[in-house]
C-alpha cells in the first residue's frame, strides 16, 4: 500500500481501509497515521535537486542537516534503551553491529526508546543526533531497528565509530511489504548462507523473505508426512550438485533469525508446474499416461505439471501446505502458479482455486503468480515484464486488483536480480532484457502496470533466481547494488527519490559492504570511490 495516500489529518474511510490492507498483508493492525508526517512527500522540491549529501539507503522520507557539532562515537559509547523488552531487543542487536554494549540508565550515548505514542507509525522512527548523543524514537520495534540501520549508515566509511553528524530523520515505508525471494530449489542454499542474505536485507529495511522451496530440480523443506520428498527429491540441484534441505528445526531458526530483524518469512510451494522433484519423488502425482519422471538437473522451465484431476493430488497438497503452514508464524504462504505450459487452462484454473482455498483453510493468505490472477490469491506477484505480457495477463490482473487481489511488484525487467546488469556480467540470464542499476531503481510501482487501480500495490519484492548462482559470492554480485536500489523503490516517497542523488548516495554504501566482507558488482552509472 501507498502509505503517503493515508496522510490527510482526519481519519478518512479510504485511510481506514488501506488500514485493512495494511494489516492484511503485515498481519499487524496499525494506528492511524501520523499528521505530522503529512509533509514530508509533498516537499515539491525536484527529486534529489537539494537532497543534503547524507548517503542514507533508503533514502529517509524527511531528513534536515543541523548545526553545529556532532556525535563522536567511540568504543565507550553507551547505547540505552527504553520502553521495555522489545526496545531492549532491537537495541542490543543494532549495538552488536555497531560492536557497542547496551548499558542501563539514560544520558549521553545512542538511545533506543520505544513509546507507543511516540506517533511514528508501522516501521516508522525519528532520529536526532547532536553533541549530547543520538536519539531514535519510534512506536513499534521494527521502527526502532529500522532507525538503527540508518545509524550504522550515519557511521564513516563503513567503519564503526566515528562522527555522526548532527541531523534530525523522520522517516516511515511507502509500503508495507518490502521484499526480497530467494530461490533456494534450483542451488541449494544453507541456514548459514539464508542467514546472510537476510543481514543483507536488514540492513536496507526489507522486511519479508520470500523463500522458493520448491521446483523442477530439488524439494527443500521437510513434511513429515511425505518422507520421499527430502529422501528423493531434495538430492538433486542445477548443474548436478548434491542439492539439501532443510529440517523443520533448520527452517524455524531461518524464520527466527530473520524474525530478530523484523523480517516475516514467505515459503513458497510451487505447483501444479515447476514440480518435476515432487514428481519424482511421488511418481503418482503424474497423470497416468505421462512420461516417468526422471531427476532434473537443467534449467528448462515449464515442462512439468501435477495431475490436477485425481482426488490424491489434492491430499498431497493439503499434506505439504499444512506442515509448512504450522512451521510458519507469518501471515502468508505462496503456491505458486507460474508457468504451467503443460497443463490446459481450464485445469491449471481449477488446480489454483483448490490450491488458494487449501492454504486459506490452513490459516494463510495465500500469494500467487500473475498467471493465477483469475483465482484471485490475497495477493499477486507480478513478474511478466509489462512489455512481454499478453492483453489478457494485463486485464486480468488489473481485475484482480478491482475485485481486491493486492498487488506485490516483481516486474522482471526491473525486479529481478538474477538478470544480467549488461552483455559482460558473468553471471545471470538475460531474457528479461538487462536489468542495470538505474533500470531497477527509476520505475514507480504504482503506475508501472497500465490501469492499476490506486491503492492496489501493497509492496515491492527483489527475486533473485539462482539458475546460475551457487556461491555466496554469486548471490551478493547479482544482489550488490540492486537489492538497495530495489529497496529504495520499495521504502521512499516517489516524490522524495531520484537516480541523480541515489547513485551518489549508493556509492557511498560500499565501504560498509567492504566491511562486512561481501562482494559486489561497480555497477555502470555509478560514482564508485
Ligand atoms: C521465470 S518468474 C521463472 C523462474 C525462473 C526465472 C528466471 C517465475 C515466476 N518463473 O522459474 O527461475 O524466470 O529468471
Not at 521502527?143 to 553528524?165: I, M, S
Request: include cysteine.
Amino acid at each position: 500500500m501507498n502509505r503517503s495516500r493515508r496522510r490527510p489529518a482526519g481519519r478518512t474511510v479510504a485511510a481506514a481501509a488501506l488500514t485493512a490492507v495494511l494489516a492484511l498483508v503485515t498481519g499487524c493492525s496499525s494506528g492511524s497515521a501520523p499528521p505530522g508526517r503529512a509533509a514530508a512527500s509533498r516537499s515539491g522540491r525536484a527529486p534529489g535537486a537539494s537532497a543534503p549529501a547524507v548517503g542514507i539507503v533508503p533514502r529517509p522520507a524527511r531528513l534536515t542537516l543541523g548545526a553545529g557539532a556532532g556525535f563522536d562515537v567511540s568504543a565507550a559509547t553507551p547505547v540505552h534503551a527504553e520502553g521495555g523488552p522489545d526496545a531492549h531487543a532491537a537495541a542490543t542487536l543494532v549495538a552488536a553491529e555497531l560492536k557497542l554494549r547496551t548499558q542501563g540508565g539514560s544520558g549521553a550515548g545512542i538511545t533506543f526508546r520505544l513509546d507507543p505514542k511516540a506517533g511514528t507509525g508501522p516501521e516508522g522512527y525519528r532520529l536526532s543526533s547532536g553533541p549530547s548523543g543520538v536519539l531514535i524514537t519510534a512506536s513499534d520495534a521494527a521502527g526502532l531497528f529500522y532507525g538503527g540501520q540508518t545509524l550504522r549508515q550515519l557511521l564513516p566509511a563503513g567503519g564503526v565509530y566515528g562522527t555522526v553528524r548532527p541531523l534530525a530523520v523522520d522517516d516511515a515505508p511507502r509500503y508495507a511489504y518490502r521484499g526480497a525471494g530467494l530461490d533456494v530449489a534450483r542451488h541449494f542454499l544453507t541456514v548459514a548462507q539464508v542467514e546472510q542474505y537476510v543481514d543483507l536485507m536488514a540492513l536496507y529495511k526489507l522486511n519479508h523473505l520470500h523463500l522458493h522451496l520448491t521446483d523442477d530440480q530439488g524439494w527443500r523443506i521437510a513434511v513429515s508426512s511425505r518422507p520421499q520428498l527430502t529422501a528423493v527429491g531434495s538430492r538433486t540441484e542445477v548443474g548436478g550438485g548434491r542439492g539439501g534441505f532443510y529440517t523443520a528445526a533448520d527452517y524455524s531458526a531461518i524464520v527466527r533469525y530473520a524474525a530478530a530483524r523484523y523480517i516475516t518469512v514467505v515459503p513458497e510451494i510451487d505447483l501444479p508446474g515447476h514440480s518435476n522433484a515432487a514428481i519424482v519423488s511421488y511418481p503418482e502425482l503424474a497423470c497416468p499416461g505421462d512420461a516417468t519422471p526422471a531427476p532434473d538437473t537443467g534449467t528448462g522451465v515449464g515442462f512439468s505439471r501435477v495431475c490436477t484431476g485425481e482426488e490424491s493430488t489434492y491430499r498431497f497438497v493439503d499434506d505439504v501446505v499444512a506442515a509448512v503452514a504450522q512451521l510458519t508464524p507469518g501471515p502468508l504462504i505462496h503456491l505458486g502458479g507460474d508457468e504451467a505450459k503443460a497443463l490446459a487452462p481450464a485445469d491449471y484454473q481449477a488446480f489454483m482455486k483448490r490450491a488458494i482455498a487449501v492454504g486459506r483453510a490452513h490459516g494463510k493468505q495465500v500469494l500467487a503468480w500473475d498467471e493465477a490472477a483469475a483465482e484471485q490469491p490475497d495477493l499477486l506477484q507480478v513478474w511478466h515484464p509489462e512489455r512481454r505480457s499478453t492483453a489478457e495477463v494485463l486485464a486480468g490482473i488489473a481485475a484482480a486488483a478491482r475485485h481486491g487481489s493486492k498487488l506485490l511488484m516483481s516486474p522482471a525487467d526491473r525486479a529481478y536480480l538474477d538478470q544480467k546488469y549488461d552483455p559482460s556480467t558473468p553471471l545471470g540470464l538475460a531474457w528479461a532484457g538487462y536489468v542495470g542499476v538505474e533500470r531497477a531503481y527509476d520505475w514507480n510501482p504504482d503506475t508501472y502496470l497500465p490501469g492499476t487501480p490506486p491503492g492496489a500495490v501493497a509492496g515491492v519484492e527483489a527475486v533473485l533466481w539462482t539458475e546460475t548462482l551457487a556461491t555466496p559470492s554469486d548471490l551478493q554480485l547479482m544482489a550488490l547494488p540492486r537489492l538497495p536500489a530495489l529497496a529504495e523503490v520499495a521504502w521512499t516517497p516517489q516524490t522524495e527519490r531520484g537516480w541523480a542523488d541515489f547513485r551518489v548516495r549508493l556509492a557511498a554504501q560500499a565501504p560498509l559492504w567492504r566491511a562486512q566482507g561481501w562482494t559486489w558488482t561497480r555497477a555502470a552509472g555509478v560514482p564508485w570511490q
